[in-house]
């Protein structure tokens, strides 16, 4: 076992190469043991130990390696040339008797794969306490091909230079099968079969005469001078050279066979620092309007705090007194772009029914209830277990998500599940779209079989979304670990249901992240599971769908795509969603007066009452100390 942790690489899945039905790194102590009873506890000791991280949708795979020797590891690329070479004889050496077990019929393809190294910028070769350790071993680079011609090229460039072989290390059991027919029966193993056989004879005939020598081989021929080609013979190969390069040219060029047509970069560097550029300004310009609130704002008699622009700090103009249309619960318009969004239990949104024909809207529903009806967390079992997120209905049946969420499972093995629903839910994947990073999407389409849901509408702005009030809902993975329901899930009970998680925030900025696609980029702050959740305005409109974060040093940045390419993306599919353009004009229910500040009055016996009844109850004081049992 492996105690001295070395270093750290991140890693693409598909580089791992396969060995025994798994990846060859995770048979490190099969290769470790093979080595320490074949050859040396050196030699085993020189593959460093893997820890793997396949990774999720917010972070890419990664392994920990981790060395038997003790101390501070370097590159050899990084030593100086004596020592460099003082390490490379080393290496060699032990090297060298792995080369016989190439063939053999137990280890040798598991060998095999552990010589092939990833290729990375630093080196794999590295040094600890002059030792040589080899990291990223059973790997080869990023979409390099598996063929054995391909493969011994890149080996000579790698550990070809310490153990020279005519062909890459065998992965398969054929190409482990030719080395060992090949190499044929050893000359050294011949000579000495050949010489048992001579000491046998001579013991068996006694005193018989020692054998004769063998006849002197005759030299053979002298070959003739090989012929020089003529410059013409060369044309044929020139002509088909000049063929080949041309059509790899052409194949190479974006939008031919090789390649779909170039995409942006998904938001860049510089692009980044031009988006924080725009955030930190409109956080500015969010600081400097609260501070002028903050100076301006006055509390009236009632309680009631007025911002300078004549409203309270949900946004609400400030109630009558007296009048009954400004009692506590009743409805009224806010401002789109308060101080404080208003809690989404009183903000009030119409909810369409999806089984009536009229679209009968329910006036009493609340945005909180809008979305906790039509939010879903998406669970996809792939290859690699099982992967949670989230997703929205966007008609009866239809649920959008992201396609990250879902890469890699199977179209059955995708399932829903929310209030509303009751149970897990198989679902159907109608279409798919992405990863993010060559095509600039990251959509997925499903259907829920069986299902008449309630559904969000889609907003298509007419103008600028900054400062607007809006608020993420999802399933982060962060929030789940404590939940006792989605425990319950996991353990097999299909009826339990995770809480929805919701946070708060404002529109900071929209940008471009790719040739086609938009991003809304906003604060309420969301994290791994929130992948394929609706980002809702305070009219209950999807106005984007959660798909990354990009981390900083002081803030995250919170991108969700904008609902137009939702949209384009609905309608490429074949489905209608609802859409609507008009701006948010939000009716909040007016706040009830707090319990505390209500001092309850008894009412006197009426005149005339007789005397007697029910004796008033005394105030609760708390509760009582625990009975000691």
């Not at 009632?302 to 109630?319: A, C, K, N, Q, S």
């Not at 949104?349 to 024909?357: A, E, H, M, S, T």
């Amino acid at each position: 076992m492996a105690d001295h942790f070395l270093t750290k690489s991140q890693i693409d899945l598909s580089q791992c190469l396969p060995w025994g039905g798994g990846l060859a790194l995770e048979a490190h102590g099969a290769l470790r043991a093979a080595l320490a009873a074949r050859i040396s506890q050196r030699a085993a000791d020189l593959f460093a130990e893997p820890l793997i991280n396949r990774g999720n949708d917010a972070a890419p795979a990664s392994i920990s390696w981790y060395s038997a020797h003790a101390g501070e590891g370097r590159p050899l690329s990084e030593l100086d040339e004596a020592e460099q070479a003082r390490v490379a004889a080393q290496l060699s050496d032990l090297l060298r008797p792995v080369r016989e077990l190439l063939a053999d019929s137990e280890d040798g393809t598991l060998i095999g794969a552990a010589l092939h190294l990833a290729g990375s910028a630093r080196g794999d070769v590295w040094v600890v306490d002059g030792q040589p350790v080899l990291i990223n071993w059973g790997m080869l680079p990023a979409g390099a091909e598996r063929s054995q011609a391909s493969r011994s090229a890149h080996y000579n460039r790698t550990l070809g230079r310490f153990l020279p072989l005519s062909k890459a290390p065998p992965l398969t059991e054929d190409e482990r099968r030719q080395r060992a027919d090949a190499a044929g029966p050893s000359p050294l193993a011949g000579a000495a079969v050949g010489a048992g056989a001579g000491i046998g004879a001579a013991a068996a005939g006694g005193d018989a005469p020692p054998p004769e020598p063998p006849a002197p081989v005759p030299p053979p021929d002298e070959a003739p001078p090989p012929r020089r080609l003529r410059a013409w013979e060369w044309a044929p190969l020139l002509v088909l050279l000049l063929l080949v390069g041309g059509a790899v040219i052409w194949l190479l060029i974006p939008g031919n066979r090789l390649f779909p047509p170039r995409m942006a970069a998904v938001v860049e560097d510089a692009r980044a620092a031009e988006i924080a550029a725009e955030i930190n300004a409109a956080l500015e310009a969010r600081r400097a309007a609260l501070q002028a609130a903050l100076d301006g704002a006055q509390c009236r008699a009632d309680g009631t705090l007025i911002m300078p622009g004549g409203r309270t700090i949900e946004g609400l103009l400030p109630p009558v007194p007296g009048s009954p249309a400004d009692r506590p619960g009743q409805r009224a318009e806010a401002d789109p772009t308060p101080v404080l969004p208003p809690d989404p239990a009183r903000v009030q949104v119409p909810d369409l029914d999806p089984g009536d024909p009229g679209s009968t809207a329910v006036a009493d529903a609340s945005l909180l209830e809008v979305i906790e009806s039509r939010t879903v967390m998406v669970v996809a079992r792939g290859p690699d277990g099982v992967a949670t997120g989230s997703g929205f209905f966007v008609a009866p049946d239809l649920v959008m998500t992201n396609f990250h969420v879902v890469s890699g499972a199977a179209s059955h093995s995708i399932f829903v599940t929310n209030r509303s629903l009751g149970t897990l839910r198989p679902t159907q994947l109608l279409r798919a779209d992405g990863p993010f990073e060559p095509t600039g999407s990251d959509f997925a389409l499903l259907r829920v079989p069986g299902v008449s849901a309630r559904h969000f509408t889609l907003l298509r702005p007419a103008g600028s979304l900054k400062l607007q009030s809006v608020i993420a809902a999802g399933y982060p993975g962060d929030v789940l670990a404590t939940d006792t329901a989605f425990a319950a899930l996991t353990s097999g009970d299909i009826s339990a249901v995770p809480d929805l998680t919701v946070t708060d925030g404002t529109v900071n900025t929209e940008q471009a992240v790719s040739a086609a696609i938009r991003a809304v980029v906003h604060s309420a702050p969301i994290s791994q599971g929130n992948s394929g959740g609706p980002l809702v305005d305070m009219c209950g409109r999807v106005v984007g769908m959660n798909t990354f974060v990009r981390q900083g040093a002081l803030r995250n940045l919170n991108f969700a795509l904008s609902a137009p390419d939702v949209i384009g993306f609905l309608r490429a599919a074949g489905a209608s969603p609802s859409i609507t353009g008009t701006d948010c004009r939000p009716e909040v229910l007016r706040p009830g007066v707090p319990a505390e500040q209500v001092t309850p009055v008894e009412a006197g016996p009426e005149p005339g009452a007789a005397p007697g009844g029910d004796a008033p109850r005394l105030p609760d004081f708390g509760a009582l100390p625990p009975r000691a049992d």
